[in-house]
Every structure is written in C-alpha cells, then in structure tokens.
C-alpha cells in the first residue's frame, strides 16, 4: 500500500485540478464538434486519455526535474526528489500510462492517431522547456490544448478552422493560470535559473495576466459568433469572466498562497465555458 500511495503521488491522482485544467478544453471540443451529441466510445476515450496523459505527464515532469525540485521548495517532497521511488519505476511508470492512452487512441480513426503523436511529444518535451526558453507556460497550453485539435478529427474526421480557434483560446488561456501558478515558485526558480512566463513579465505580471485572459475572452467570443451559439453560451463566458476578475483579486499582492488558489480557481473558468456550451446544444435539440 505504501508503494501505491507513492506513484499516487508521482501521478498527482491525490491533486486532480490538472485533470480538470485538461479536460474541460477537450470537453468544449467534443460538444460543439458533435453539436451536443458526443459519441460515447469516443468520449469514454478522451476522458480516459486526459486522466492517463496528465498522469504520464506528471511522471515526466518529476523524471525530468529531479535534479531541480529538491531546491523549490514546493516540489522538494515529491516521491521521486526524495528517494520514495526510483528512476527506473518512473520511467516505467511513463510508459504504461503512455502506451495505455496510445491503445485507447488506436481504436479512433487515422488522422487522430496521427495527431496523437503530436500530443505524446509536445507532453514529453514540455518538462524540458523551463530551462530553454521564458515560455514554458505557452508550450504547456500547446500540450494541454492538443486535444481539442484531437476530438474534433475523432469526432468529425477534420479539423475545422473553430478547432484551431479553441486550441489558441485554450493557449491563452492556460498561459494564464499557469503564469499564476509560477508566481508561486518565482523566487526559488530565479535562484536555480528555471524561466518561466512569471519570472519574464516580472512587475507587470498582474497586467500580463490580464491581458492574456481577456485575449482568451475574445477568442472564446469568435467561436460564438462564428458557430451562432446563443445565450447560454454567453451567459456561461459572463460567470468565466466573473472568476477572471476574482482571480486577479487574489493575486493582487502577489501572496504565494493567494496565487496558487487563483490557479485552482481556473477549474471553474473551464467549467462555466463548458456549461455554457453544453446548454446551448441541449436547448437547441
């Protein structure tokens, strides 16, 4: 049980708020690719895919910062950082959550199999980029968001121009919240030299933020226009902006704690555009 408890741990099932993160942009996809009527095995296996592929990242992400996590001190806990699990279990690990989610694709058509690859490397890579470049937050909203390019080829055979909008909006939007969540580790990340989106807007982080969180809005508003969504839809972008503005309202003073609730908060961001969405195809029907 004390082995279990540590590759719980390793893949973050014990903090499901990336689940969430994750899911929601694949489950705007799916909604409004099927118009409401998602297909069920495709559905079941995108859902499944989230839940292993935010796992399997997880587990990377420990493998590949094993050397840096034990100078944050956020992260000098985890089970691989502190000798709990070794190496070896962890890429292990990787790969059966990896070949899992690739066998559950197999059964979709060609051109989301071959999408997936794209998916398994931008989530493999994307641990890597803290030390290259200021934008690892941009390459994580890239992985998070290659789902939604994903659904739709499952769903409908193509990838439609509104795909790609919901992709950038899903960039936007997770370079948001995962700004917040740098801010968080700001300080330690500036002594042992990992970049991040927090560390290159500096004082201007706040306006940053805002700034990208209203550039998802006007996305998100695009989609509308362009599929002819209705009120629901619109009421449901009304409550994401409502926890917008929350969400700078607690990180206003740049609280590590404030900002990691500010960060936990995005699930309902994700949730309201959902919502909205789904009202929309349900009334419509």
Known sequence: M???????????????????LLLWPTLWALWIASEGQPDL??????????????????????YADRDIDRYVA???DRPLTA?????????????????????LVLTMNLL??????VGAALAASYPYMKRHTYLPQVYLGLAFGWAVPMAFAAQTGSVPTVAWLLLIATVLWATAYDTMYAMVDRPDDMKIGVKSTAILFGPA??????????????????????????GYYYAGLAVAVFFMCYQQYLIQNRDGMLCFRAFLNNQWVGAAVFVGIALHYYKAG
């Open 2 to 20: 004390q082995r279990l408890r540590q590759y719980i741990l390793l893949t973050r099932f014990d903090r499901p708020i990336g689940i969430f």
């Open 41 to 62: 095995w495709v559905a079941t296996v995108f859902v499944l895919g989230v839940v292993l592929m935010r796992s399997a990242g997880c587990v990377i992400n420990d």
């Open 74 to 76: 956020r992260t000098s």
């Open 83 to 103: 000798g709990r699990v070794t190496t070896k279990e962890t890429l292990l690990l990787f790969a059966v959550l990896s070949l899992t989610a690739f066998a």
């Open 112 to 117: 989301t199999i071959l999408l997936s690859f």
């Open 205 to 230: 982080d706040r306006a940053m933020i805002a700034i990208i969180q209203a550039l998802t809005l006007v996305v998100l508003v695009t989609v509308g226009v362009k599929l002819e969504l209705g």
